[in-house]
């Protein structure tokens, strides 16, 4: 609620109606749960010279100038009675916030009458300027316990704000059903998310395998057993494997960052490696005297000896 003033004069008939008030806006201070379009225009009518004492009825309007011009909105109620004591009054208005949004300048044009019988209009218009008039705050900070709003810049609910503007610590209580936190299990994840995750993910579901990277792991392998093709040969600084298999004749692992390593003997060109599937590896198995790799976006390579058609990938396969 806001009191705004102004000064309005008119003589007619038997009255002559005097509205003084000082142009100062005043505050009321009391608990706030909304901003509303309603404010209250306080002044003093007097009649012949004496303030007023008895009931009148008033019209306002607003305008787009101080004379002639386009109306640009009545008032709600459209007609308005008030006791006036000694000459003082309190007028509600609320002309929504339409007229205010434009930023522009509006007047106020009041229609008075003390007794039945025609409306007599108070000159000149009233100019009202849209600052004191502000029917949003510019800011708002959000409390998680807040149940009445007590303090200024405290809003209990606040609508299409832009996330870029949301600051401060949300408690979990307001976050929406479908937020990924911490701790939460049940999680539904929708739309694209980026970033980083802490811990082991094991309550995560419904999650693109393809879209994983790994990180590096720092686990290195070892291997033992059977040695006559120089199987358990590993290559010297083989770390970082997230992806091993051993074949007949050779070995395969995948590193960290995607690429793939073999070693042993190429009996039946099992470790001649095409060179799409040495990059962009996800994971690998060594098969008799074939090889085959799984690649991040989802497709399958395989190369080596292919007696029984194990090389030929069935058309079609991806998303694998």
Do not use: C
């Not at 007619?12 to 225009?41: D, E, K, R």
């Not at 040695?227 to 960290?256: H, M, Q, R, W, Y």
């Not at 085959?292 to 069935?314: A, E, R, S």
């Amino acid at each position: 609620m806001k009191f705004v003033s102004g000064r309005l004069s008119k003589f007619f008939n038997v009255f002559s109606l005097i509205l003084f008030v000082s142009a100062l806006l005043l505050t009321v201070t009391m608990p706030m749960h909304a901003q509303s379009t309603s404010f209250i225009y306080q002044g003093r009518l007097n009649q012949n010279g004496t303030p007023y004492t008895g009931t009148a009825e008033f019209q306002p309007t607003l305008w787009d100038s101080i004379s002639g011009g386009t109306e640009l909105q009545t008032n709600n109620p459209v007609s308005t009675v008030v006791n006036v004591t000694n000459g003082l009054f309190l007028l509600p208005l609320d002309f929504g916030a339409i007229p205010f949004n434009s930023g522009a300048d509006v007047w106020l044009d009041l229609q008075v009458r003390t007794t039945l019988g025609p409306f007599n209009a108070l000159t000149p218009r009233q100019k009202l300027a849209p600052i004191p008039y502000a029917l949003h705050a510019a800011t708002a900070n959000q409390s998680a316990t807040a149940t009445v709003a007590t303090t200024a810049n405290v809003a209990l609910t606040a609508n299409s704000v832009p996330a870029s503007n949301v600051v401060g610590t949300l408690a979990y209580s307001q976050l929406p059903a479908a937020t990924l936190t911490n701790n939460q299990s049940g999680v539904n994840l929708t739309g694209n998310l980026a970033g980083n995750f802490s811990g082991n993910g094991g309550n995560l579901t419904n999650l693109s395998f393809n879209s994983f990277s790994t990180t590096n792991t720092g686990v290195s392998l070892t291997a033992w057993g059977f040695d006559d093709f120089g199987e358990t040969e590993l290559p010297p600084g083989l770390t970082n494997i997230v992806s091993a298999s051993p074949g007949i004749t050779l070995g395969l692992a995948v590193k960290s960052d995607g690429t793939l390593v073999s070693w042993g003997t190429n009996l039946s060109a099992d470790l001649t490696v095409p060179p799409a599937a040495m990059t962009s590896v996800k994971a690998v198995a060594g098969g008799y005297l074939f090889s085959m790799v799984l690649k991040k976006d989802g497709t399958v390579l395989v190369w080596g000896n292919d007696d029984f058609g194990q090389t030929n990938i069935p058309s079609g396969l991806s998303g694998v």
